[in-house]
């Protein structure tokens, strides 16, 4: 379980590196909405998607007992 959580984690953050570099590429003066703006939307869906699914994943996990609380510091 925790190396699904640590690969979604990981998977977010691409999406939000590649929303930004999506956000940060130029485009021509005068252009309108480009196939970047909505790459640039896709990616930020993607982040959206994998967050909640990492949640309920989490949600799902200790309500099965596959993940169980052990403190601030899993002492």
């Known amino acids: 379980m925790k190396p699904l ?3 979604a984690l990981v998977l977010i953050l691409v999406a939000l590196a590649g929303a930004g570099v999506f956000m940060l590429r130029k485009r021509p ?3 309108q909405d480009g196939p970047a703006d909505k ?3 896709r990616a930020l ?3 959206v ?3 909640v699914a990492i949640f309920l994943l989490v949600l799902v996990g200790w309500q099965m007992g596959w993940i169980t ?5 899993g002492r």
Do not use: D, N, Q
Request: hydrophobic content about 55%; proline content about 10%.
């Open 49 to 51: 998607g994998l967050s």
């Open 39 to 41: 790459r640039m939307a």
């Open 5 to 7: 959580i640590a690969l």
């Open 69 to 73: 609380p052990s403190g601030a510091l």
């Open 29 to 31: 003066p005068g252009a």
């Open 45 to 47: 869906a993607v982040r």
